[in-house]
């Protein structure tokens, strides 16, 4: 079992920065790739970035290209997401989420978070 905490949602104006941390405990966490998505009211969840156990990265290019950037620490069991250039449109709960392999796909992940709220006011 892995337990998941997202840390660092807030309020920011257009075109500020955010750096979300997703803290894990339990489970081996480097064992785990690693993932961010995002819920805006009404709509699906959607996949922002993933990172394996290794190095191996796979963005949402088409929504967050060029802006967002995953990270992990694997020695303090955390997951990072900075976000900068935010736009409106990125306003959304962020959830961090771990499996066995980096994927775009959310039933691949075994493991969430219970969210964070990021707000971008125009």
């Known amino acids: 079992q892995v337990q998941l905490v997202e840390s660092g949602g807030g309020l920011v104006q257009a075109g500020g920065s955010l750096r979300l941390s997703c803290e894990a405990s339990?489970?081996?966490?480097?064992?785990?790739?690693a993932a961010w998505f995002r819920q805006a009211p009404g709509k699906a969840r959607e996949f922002v970035a993933a990172?394996?156990?290794?190095?191996?990265?796979?963005y949402n290019t088409d929504s967050v290209k060029g802006r967002f950037t995953i990270s992990r620490d694997n020695a303090k069991n955390t997951v990072y997401l900075q976000m900068n250039s935010l736009k409106p449109e990125d306003t959304a709960v962020y959830y961090c989420?771990?499996?066995?392999?980096?994927?775009?796909?959310?039933?691949?992940?075994?493991?969430w978070g219970q969210g964070t709220q990021v707000t971008v006011s125009s």
């Open positions: 989420a771990a499996g066995a392999f980096a994927s775009r796909e959310v039933n691949r992940y075994d493991y």
């Open positions: 339990g489970r081996t966490f480097s064992n785990y790739a």
């Open positions: 990172r394996s156990w290794s190095t191996v990265t796979i």
